[in-house]
């Protein structure tokens, strides 16, 4: 699998586009986003998550996985909720048109972490358990990949709840502050230069 895959609004995956390796996950927290839902990544992408997780909970934060693979279908429903309830420009602000979703390569997903016995789970920046997933996801491959102040780079609202398995490569774009946008296209600046 291509870990360094761009999808974006100018690189669309197909109507049919599906990984192959897929694995579930069970919601484990009551009350969670998406209690009864299945949940589906990439498998590699989920070792590494529970890597994270793992290391995380020695820290005392518990983060869970809320939405993972989205297919191309599901994405035109998700998209057609939020055109309903606020606007078509507002919308494609907020949520990928179909075929430009990450979440359709099973290597994105987005996360929350327990802030209270009540499982609330608001997302803030200056949450030390936010904190702590932005200076570490990198050592176990992941990215968040629509962060603050690079919106007309990635072309999508920044998103902190939202991660993408890059592999090796994350630590570089995160000690760069790199997007993942940037490395492909520097990597393709590269190879135009080279020939």
């Known amino acids: 699998m291509n870990y360094q895959k761009i999808v974006n609004k100018e690189n669309r ?6 990984p192959k390796n897929l694995v579930k996950i069970e919601p484990k ?9 299945k949940i589906l990544v990439e498998q ?9 997780v793992e290391d995380a909970k020695k820290q005392g934060f518990e983060f869970y996985i809320s939405s993972g693979y989205r297919s191309y279908t599901y994405q035109e429903k998700v998209l057609k909720h939020y055109i309903e309830k606020e606007g078509v420009d507002a919308a494609i602000r ?14 994105a997903f987005d996360y929350f972490f327990v802030r209270d016995e009540e499982n609330h789970y608001d997302m803030l920046e200056d949450d030390q358990e936010y904190q ?3 200076n570490n996801a990198h050592k176990y491959g992941f990215i968040i ?3 603050r102040g690079k919106e007309n780079i990635t072309g999508f609202n920044y998103e902190p709840w939202h991660l993408r398995y890059v592999g ?16 492909v296209l520097k990597q393709q600046k590269r190879l135009v230069l080279t020939k």
């Open 168 to 183: 090796g490569i994350a630590t570089y774009l995160y000690e760069n502050n790199l997007t993942l946008d940037e490395f």
């Open 132 to 134: 702590w997933i932005k």
């Open 44 to 52: 590699e992408t989920f070792e590494n998550w529970n890597a994270l």
């Open 13 to 18: 995956l197909s109507k049919t586009y599906r």
């Open 145 to 147: 990949r629509y962060p």
């Open 94 to 107: 907020r949520v990928a048109i179909p075929g430009t979703s990450e979440h359709q390569t099973g290597l």
């Open 29 to 37: 927290v009551k009350g969670s986003i998406n209690p009864n839902r």
